[in-house]
């Protein structure tokens, strides 16, 4: 009767439980990674709320409360101006966009934070206690001001990788002699140097992090909620659980405690029937193979430089395929007759569908996990972020063809479409591949429906938490041991040597003895005679 009681709370616990999922900053894409997850959960009973900058899909099922902070997200645009990659780009010198988008997002970050905070549309939110709470693990930290107000159990979700900062919560261990930062483009095997970068990088990565967001933060959380107590980096070391979107099939196999959970691809699903009647006889009409190009949610195809963009025309003109081509600008006067463009596409559909055979695509790690479950091999031209290095590992596994900006070419991208499509290697690798992804103990989303609920129904991930996380840097890195060691050694060595010192000066001394007394005896001997 007690076990049955017990059973009922733990029941009563899970099922019809009230959870958050809160994305204060981000684009859309970003959302995408929560919507299955708060369908499944809202599916099972519990009552889903979603807070964020961006209005879900019409298609999405509703089965949760989308909470939309519009007016942060206008604050936002003000703030930011034109997020414009290739102007940022070309503000650097052409080099790498990233540290120019860091510097952007960082110096508003906590206006983008108390704007979102103070949103109307996302008041709704304050007034009921959840009991869990989810949100994205990189600049969402503004969130945690809603884990402090209800002191409520709470899951990280990593939209990349598993972040070093986010490693150090959980205690996981992050070896950088063969875990490269997601923010670099170094593979598993590194040189010397490489290892040495990426070492520094990911010393640096926690301590930057702390500075420069959750300390800046504190500060508009502390006047939100009228609280000057409140420390995020405090409050956050409560996590229970963190579910990242990756999966050694795209990856680098790395080692992993029970709670870092992988749960790459877990938006992925089978394609659906093509709503829009154009794009549908675009595709089903074709005699030959259809190329997929989009640059995601961020990156807008109609700011590409002029130069980019007549090469991709040009090689879009030559090729023996239909190009279907994410485009959100005016309507191009020399667009060519195989080419389509549509100012939003539903990507996975498109992929799923039979005629498309490539993907020409900035290299979102959303994207790749697409392409690869739909088994559609890509042509890549990272351009930001961690685009640089989901690329690298499409190429690294035999996936994908790699694009430069600084030297893209009509040609270049007229034979790398080519190879892609009629190579076989690359279709069957990516079947490979997809295999893998797919081929999983059960589902990424069950999966991560699963350990939302197990963290509702044991109120927490204490049990989970591994003692690496309570212990000073000398004891994880075993410092302590290596100097006790280390002293025991020299002591032992000391001793050693006093020991040979004294058997040495003994041998010695017996020696002398020895010799003095022969003589003596031999000195009488000779007197005798």
């Given at each position: 009767?007690?076990?049955?009681?017990?059973?009922a709370?733990l029941m009563?616990?899970?099922?019809g439980?009230?959870v958050?999922?809160?994305?204060?900053l981000g684009?859309?894409?970003?959302?995408?990674?929560?919507?299955?997850?708060?369908?499944?959960?809202?599916?099972?009973?519990?009552?889903?709320?979603?807070?964020?900058?961006?209005?879900?899909?019409?298609?999405s099922?509703r089965?949760?409360?989308d909470?939309?902070?519009?007016?942060?997200?206008?604050?936002?645009?003000k703030?930011?101006?034109?997020?414009?990659?290739?102007?940022?780009?070309?503000?650097?010198?052409?080099?790498?966009?990233?540290?120019?988008?860091?510097?952007?997002?960082?110096?508003?970050?906590?206006e983008y934070c108390?704007a979102?905070?103070?949103?109307?549309?996302?008041?709704?939110?304050?007034?009921?206690k959840?009991d869990?709470?989810?949100?994205?693990?990189?600049?969402?930290?503004?969130?945690?001001?809603?884990?402090?107000?209800?002191?409520?159990?709470f899951i990280?979700?990593?939209?990349?990788?598993?972040?070093?900062?986010?490693?150090?919560?959980?205690?996981?261990?992050?070896?950088?002699?063969?875990?490269?930062?997601?923010y670099l483009?170094?593979?598993?095997?590194?040189?010397?140097?490489?290892?040495?970068?990426?070492?520094?990088?990911?010393?640096a990565?926690?301590?930057l992090?702390?500075?420069?967001?959750?300390?800046?933060?504190?500060g508009?959380?502390q006047?939100?909620?009228?609280?000057?107590t409140?420390?995020?980096?405090?409050?956050e070391?409560?996590?229970?659980?963190?579910?990242v979107?990756?999966?050694?099939?795209?990856?680098?196999?790395?080692?992993l405690l029970?709670?870092?959970?992988?749960?790459?691809?877990?938006?992925c699903?089978?394609?659906?029937?093509?709503?829009?009647?154009?794009?549908?006889?675009f595709?089903?009409?074709?005699?030959?193979?259809?190329?997929?190009?989009s640059?995601g949610?961020?990156?807008?195809?109609?700011?590409?430089?002029?130069?980019?963009?007549?090469?991709?025309?040009?090689?879009?003109?030559?090729l023996?395929?239909?190009?279907?081509?994410?485009?959100?600008?005016g309507?191009?006067s020399?667009l060519?007759?195989?080419?389509?463009?549509?100012?939003?596409?539903?990507?996975?559909?498109?992929?799923?569908?039979?005629?498309?055979r490539?993907?020409f695509?900035?290299?979102?790690?959303?994207?790749?996990?697409e392409?690869v479950?739909h088994?559609v091999?890509l042509?890549?031209?990272?351009?930001?972020s961690?685009?640089?290095?989901?690329?690298?590992?499409?190429?690294a596994?035999?996936?994908a063809?790699?694009?430069?900006?600084?030297?893209?070419?009509?040609?270049?991208?007229?034979?790398?479409i080519?190879?892609?499509?009629?190579?076989?290697?690359?279709?069957?690798?990516?079947?490979?591949?997809s295999?893998?992804?797919?081929?999983?103990?059960?589902?990424?989303l069950?999966?991560?429906?699963y350990?939302?609920?197990?963290?509702?129904?044991?109120?927490?991930?204490?049990?989970?938490?591994?003692?690496?996380?309570?212990?000073?840097l000398y004891?994880?890195l075993?410092l302590?041991?290596?100097?006790?060691?280390?002293?025991?050694?020299?002591?032992?060595?000391?001793?050693?040597?006093?020991?040979?010192?004294?058997?040495?000066?003994?041998?010695?001394r017996?020696?002398?003895?020895?010799?003095t007394k022969?003589?003596?005896?031999?000195?009488?001997?000779?007197?005798?005679?």
């Open positions: 009767m007690k076990l049955l009681v017990w059973l709370v009563g616990v899970s099922e439980s009230r958050l999922m809160v994305l204060p684009s859309s894409s970003h959302k995408n990674i929560i919507i299955p997850l708060a369908e499944a959960l809202g599916s099972r009973g519990h009552q889903v709320i979603v807070a964020s900058l961006h209005a879900s899909p019409a298609n099922s089965s949760y409360t909470l939309v902070a519009s007016d942060a997200w206008e604050t936002i645009r703030v930011t101006g034109d997020f414009n990659v290739f102007k940022m780009r070309e503000a650097n010198g052409g080099k790498d966009v990233n540290s120019e988008v860091m510097k952007k997002v960082l110096r508003n970050l906590p108390d979102f905070l103070r949103d109307p549309g996302v008041q709704t939110a304050w007034t009921s959840p869990l709470i989810l949100l994205p693990a990189f600049m969402n930290e503004c969130g945690l001001a809603l884990v402090h107000k209800f002191k409520a159990p990280y979700v990593t939209t990349s990788g598993l972040t070093p900062w986010t490693a150090d919560l959980m205690g996981n261990p992050e070896n950088p002699s063969y875990i490269p930062n997601q483009t170094y593979g598993a095997h590194m040189s010397l140097w490489q290892r040495t970068v990426n070492t520094l990088v990911r010393i990565g926690p301590y992090r702390k500075q420069l967001v959750m300390n800046r933060l504190d508009v959380v006047r939100f909620l009228g609280d000057p409140v420390s995020l980096s405090e409050v070391k409560n996590v229970s659980l963190v579910l979107n990756s999966h050694y099939s795209l990856g680098h196999p790395r080692p029970p709670n870092v959970v992988e749960v790459g691809g877990m938006h699903r089978p394609g659906r029937p093509l709503q829009d009647a154009q794009l549908r006889h595709l089903d009409s074709s005699t030959v193979p259809v190329v997929l190009f640059l949610s961020s990156i807008r195809s109609e700011q590409l430089p002029p130069r980019v963009l007549h090469s991709l025309m040009a090689a879009f003109r030559r023996p395929y239909r190009v279907l081509w994410k485009w959100g600008g309507a191009l020399d060519p007759a195989n080419v389509m463009t549509r100012p939003w596409l539903p990507q996975q559909d498109v992929l799923a569908h039979k005629r498309v490539a993907f695509t900035h290299g979102g790690l959303l994207s790749l996990q392409a479950y088994n091999p042509v890549g031209l990272p351009i930001m961690d685009q640089h290095l989901n690329v690298r590992q499409a190429v596994s035999g996936v063809v790699e694009l430069s900006l600084d030297s893209l070419t009509e040609e270049g991208v007229y034979q790398a080519r190879s892609v499509v009629e190579e076989k290697q690359y279709r069957q690798r990516v079947m490979e591949r295999q893998l992804l797919r081929h999983q103990q059960s589902p990424p069950d999966t991560a429906v350990w939302a609920e197990h963290v509702l129904r044991y109120g927490g991930g204490q049990h989970l938490r591994s003692a690496a996380v309570d212990m000073p004891q994880y075993l302590d041991v290596a100097a006790f060691l280390l002293t025991l050694t020299v002591l032992l060595l000391l001793l050693l040597r006093s020991i040979l010192t004294a058997l040495k000066r003994l041998f010695v017996v020696l002398k003895n020895t010799v022969a003589l003596t005896t031999l000195r009488t001997h000779v007197k005798l005679q």
